[in-house]
């Protein structure tokens, strides 16, 4: 079974400071990873993807990729009390078609 | 407004009862996708459709049904709901994973 794995937190970081996500995955063959933000009693929306090893900027989130450890990471920086979610890592199965997504971690923002 | 939507939101039913959970979406994607999510357990792929009359298995596909005679929707069958199909319910779709968009939730409760 091919898995994705996250903290499940919460992840408690003052405002202002950087927030660190991170998310495992067991299949060497996937090639896309996805980072979904998750309100309570809201539906997920994209907020970030990669495909290449290294780091990806995108104003105050970087998701980073590195394919030999199988480790996807997401940054953000200078958090908001408005970036408390649940956040969700997901990777493309590597025969289409598929998103396989990790449990969430859910992230709170203390003012 | 691009959208994908959902009916009924929210549903009780009883166990053996067929219900159908109707997905519709407005940005002419090809690929459309079912989900459910259950606390602790993330989200998990039920079916997906790359296409009209394309259809295949996700994750978790025991116990429901799915149809793609047309682009626009991708209704969810339950022929016979059983109490562990309890979740709530997200319809997805996409023109690629950049561009995955998910329906507001249909929230199922199987007594």
């Known amino acids: 079974q091919k898995e994705v794995e996250q903290n499940s937190g919460p992840l408690s970081v003052p405002e202002g400071a950087i927030a660190s996500l991170n998310c495992t995955y067991s299949?060497?063959?996937?090639?896309?990873f996805f980072w979904y933000r998750q309100y309570s009693g809201k539906s997920p929306e994209l907020i970030m993807f990669?495909?290449?090893?290294g780091d990806k900027e995108d104003g105050r989130f970087t998701a980073q990729l590195n394919k030999a450890s199988q480790y996807v990471s997401l940054l953000i920086r200078d958090s908001q009390p408005s970036d408390s979610a649940t956040y969700l890592c997901a990777g493309e199965d590597n025969q289409g078609g598929k998103l396989i997504f990790g449990q969430g971690t859910e992230l709170s923002v203390k003012p | 407004e691009a959208q994908v939507t959902q009916n009924p939101r929210y549903l009780i039913t009883v166990t053996g009862k067929k219900l159908t959970v109707t997905c519709s979406q407005n940005m002419n994607h090809e690929y459309m996708s079912w989900y459910r999510q259950d606390p602790g357990l993330g989200l998990r792929q039920i079916y997906y459709s790359m296409n009209v009359e394309v259809t295949d298995k996700g994750d978790v596909p025991e116990g429901y049904k799915v149809s793609r005679k047309e682009k626009r929707n991708f209704p969810l069958i339950l022929e016979s709901p059983s109490p562990n199909q309890t979740s709530l319910y997200f319809c997805?779709?996409?023109?690629?994973?950049?561009?995955?968009?998910f329906g507001p939730g249909t929230r199922l409760l199987v007594l």
């Open positions: 990669i495909y290449s090893n």
């Open positions: 299949d060497r063959g996937s090639q896309s």
């Open positions: 997805a779709s996409g023109g690629g994973w950049e561009t995955q968009y």
